[in-house]
């Protein structure tokens, strides 16, 4: 038996190996730091990691409760889980692990949770009549056309984090190999490593949460005919 989940887990890619652990690694930090807030006492001020994560958290709720209304806290979960996976997923480098989105086929099924969450939430908010004369407006002869933006919108997000992400590694190899010296390994690790595979990394993980914001919040907002 081990032996099986042992092959199975060496023939996997590195960027599925690494998408994995970055799962699991996610899910206990936050189960961890969910209990420490669950023990809080709130006549008392809260100090250590923990004060960064409540006010993380609040100032992310606050933002989200701007695009949601009286909705914020269905969505503020899903939303949540999307940043925090792009953003440990993005710098999974750091760990000496690949960049899961650098994988294509991560990316495209990144992309298609994506767009399973636009979808389904706008179904279940608005209802399944209501959802599609949303997407047959301003005329039913546009339902082709809205339904093939749908489903651009979510792919075109995700295969532009795997370019993004890609063109990272690229650049620090084409760097490594064109110095090919003490100077080249420094150069990659203290400019190139930095600003594409951790900046840019947070950076890609913040729009991407942002443009779903928005579309999440277009598939479900009432309609003001």
Avoid: C
């Amino acid at each position: 038996m081990l032996d099986t989940v042992l092959d199975f887990w060496t023939n996997l890619t590195a960027a599925l190996r690494a998408s994995i652990i970055v799962t699991l690694a996610l899910s206990i930090i936050v189960v961890i730091l969910g209990k420490r807030v669950d023990r809080l006492n709130p006549e008392k001020p809260i100090k250590g990691p923990v004060f960064l994560v409540v006010m993380g958290i609040d100032l992310l709720n606050s933002f989200i409760e701007d695009f949601y209304g009286k909705k914020w806290r269905t969505f503020a979960p899903i939303l949540l889980a999307f940043l925090l996976y792009l953003a440990l997923a993005n710098t999974a480098s750091l760990f000496g692990l690949a960049t899961p989105l650098s994988n294509v086929s991560i990316a495209l099924a990144f992309s298609f949770m994506a767009f399973a969450v636009i979808q389904i939430s706008g179904v279940i908010v608005r209802g399944p009549v209501k959802r599609i004369k949303d997407l047959s407006s301003p005329t039913p002869l546009l339902l082709p056309l809205n339904l093939l933006s749908e489903v651009s919108a979510p792919l075109a997000m995700g295969l532009r984090l795997f370019g993004n992400l890609l063109s990272g590694t690229v650049i620090g190899i084409v760097v490594f190999n064109l110095l090919n010296n003490v100077f080249g390994v420094l150069a990659t690790t203290i400019v190139v490593h930095p600003i594409f595979n951790i900046g840019f990394g947070l950076i890609q993980a913040f729009v991407y949460f942002m443009l779903l914001l928005v579309f999440l919040s277009m598939s479900v907002e009432e309609s003001e005919v």
